[in-house]
């Protein structure tokens, strides 16, 4: 099983959010994400939202730097 990953640091935003999540399984990723998204981020939940996140998961773990 490969650990996927999201990092908020690769998309510019107001905040300069620098939370990266990091799971075993795209599930617990996709949940994780959400959970960040709407509490931190302000966006609804939606199919479209898990769509977007989905294609910014990445294979293994953030680095401890983000790298531009």
């Given amino acids: 099983m490969t650990r996927k990953y999201i990092d908020c640091r690769e998309f510019p935003s107001e905040m300069n ?4 999540i990091s799971a075993d399984t795209e599930k617990e990723l996709m949940e994780a994400a959400v959970q960040h998204a709407v509490s931190v981020h ?3 939940d939606s199919p479209e939202l898990r769509t977007q996140l989905s294609s910014l998961f990445r ?8 790298i531009k």
């Avoid at 959010?17 to 990266?20: D, P, T, Y």
């Fill in 17 to 20: 959010c620098s939370v990266a």
């Fill in 42 to 44: 302000h966006h609804t």
């Fill in 59 to 66: 294979e293994g773990s953030p680095p401890a730097e983000h």
